[in-house]
Nanobody, 124 residues
Framework: QVQLVESGGGLVQAGGSLRLSCAASGRTFSSYAMSWFRQAPGKEREFVGGISWSGGSTNYADSVKGRFSVSRDNGKNTVYLRMNSLKPEDTALYYC?????????????????WGQGTLVTVSS
């Protein structure tokens, strides 16, 4: 089983960009579908974007489509979330997640491993 550690969160002005990274331990990283979820205060955890084990397929929440992109480097055991044109409503704790699944995972029910989260704050 992999372990996940996110980094790259911080404070950014609206319209700015950030890139989150998620480093995975373990030699089986390339067999996991990887996803990003976020949770704002008082709200449920929601899907942001995900990528298949090979990197050949991606999927995004409508709220971030066209602004965020997920990529992975299986040689570095790392998945990334590039966030552009950030809005105050993107403020949340962002979680990296792994699932042993053939496609792209968009639901928390299939997630087997969670990272600890990294905070993104977007000021207006």
């Amino acid at each position: 089983q992999v372990q996940l550690v996110e980094s790259g969160g911080g404070l950014v002005q609206a319209g700015g960009s950030l890139r989150l990274s998620c480093a995975a331990s373990g030699r089986t990283f390339s067999s996991y579908a990887m996803s990003w979820f976020r949770q704002a205060p008082g709200k449920e955890r929601e899907f942001v974007g995900g990528i298949s084990w090979s990197g050949g397929s991606t999927n995004y929440a409508d709220s971030v489509k066209g602004r965020f992109s997920v990529s992975r480097d299986n040689g570095k055991n790392t998945v990334y979330l590039r966030m552009n044109s950030l809005k105050p409503e993107d403020t949340a704790l962002y979680y990296c997640a792994a699932a042993q699944f053939a496609g792209v995972v968009t639901t928390t029910r299939l997630i087997g491993v969670w990272g600890q989260g990294t905070l993104v704050t977007v000021s207006s």
